[in-house]
């Protein structure tokens, strides 16, 4: 049994306040006649992604987001999933657009996401997305790197001057916060160190971080002896065997951490909220109010 001395950095919360703005947004622009919309694109039969997909349609009915779905077969070809996302990008009722991955192999993930409006994509993952995060532009941040700021932020967790060691280089996570997290900002402006499983003693930088984010994608990689007391431990990496969460950080590592994420329900629910602040971002963009998401 794991004797906990952490406090707790429930993400739940935090999705709950980032929803209730986007909801409140959404209400505004229904009621300037303009009907945000997500579109939503599953290519093959994982059912995972199918279960995702659901969740993330049902939290768009509740916000007020019309949510059309395109389901392409396993058997559909690279130009198969191009034109669905043409379709898209040239329908001005369509405002953000989710491809769910992964998508079956022999099809290009990378390839369909740069055929997208990168203003539509509300993952953050276009290459033109990172390029506006790395030069400090606006746009649509992306939304696991976006979900740790707002969920240190949430909780009072100062970040601003110091130490904080992301272990994973990921282009989806590891890569995206470290460049987030040193930008000048009140919620960000840290000292960011990006490590990874390449570095035969990775252990020496994770031990002198005041916060560290667990981003590698291998289950149980974190564990109390890489963990500097009294630190600051964000689990973002996660795997799944099946159904089952294996999250990068072991549970013993509340004996040493002065607060932790929780192994469920820390930084996932904040991601998928993130997910519906850059749909709005998308829709308000239309009326020319992006700059005030």
């Not at 990006?194 to 149980?220: C, F, M, N």
Request: charged share 20%; aromatic share 4%.
């Amino acid at each position: 049994m794991v004797m906990s001395t952490a406090r707790l950095l429930p993400g739940g919360p935090v999705a709950e306040a980032i929803l209730a703005e986007v909801a409140e947004g959404v209400a505004g622009l229904r009621a300037a006649g303009v009907t945000p919309a997500l579109a939503t694109v599953l290519v093959g039969d994982d059912e995972a992604s199918a279960g995702y997909i659901r969740i993330k349609q049902r939290q768009a009915a509740e916000l007020g987001f019309a949510s059309p779905h395109v389901r392409l077969p396993a058997s559909a070809s690279q130009a198969d999933l191009h034109a669905v996302l043409a379709d898209f990008n040239a329908d001005p009722g369509v405002h953000g657009v989710l491809l769910q991955y992964p998508i079956p192999g022999g099809l290009d993930y990378d390839r369909a996401l740069q055929t997208l409006d990168p203003d539509s994509d509300v993952d953050g993952m276009h290459p033109v997305n990172m390029g506006r995060l790395a030069l400090g532009l606006p746009g649509a941040l992306p939304c696991t790197p976006a979900a740790i700021e707002a969920l240190l932020a949430y909780h009072g967790v100062p970040v601003a001057g110091r130490e904080v060691v992301v272990l994973g280089r990921g282009a989806t996570l590891g890569r995206p916060l470290a460049m987030l997290l040193a930008q000048k900002r009140p919620t960000a402006n840290a000292a960011v160190t990006v490590v990874h499983t390449g570095v035969a003693d990775w252990a020496r930088y994770t031990r002198r971080a005041e916060i560290l984010v667990a981003a590698a994608g291998v289950p149980g990689i974190v564990r109390p002896e890489h963990v500097r007391r009294g630190a600051v431990v964000v689990g973002g990496g996660v795997r799944y065997a099946g159904r089952r969460l294996l999250p990068d950080v072991d549970p013993s590592c509340e004996r040493v951490a002065g607060a932790i994420t929780p192994r469920v329900g820390g930084v996932g629910p904040v991601t998928v909220a993130m997910l519906f602040r850059n749909a709005l971002r998308a829709a308000r963009s239309v009326v020319g109010l992006a700059d005030q998401v």
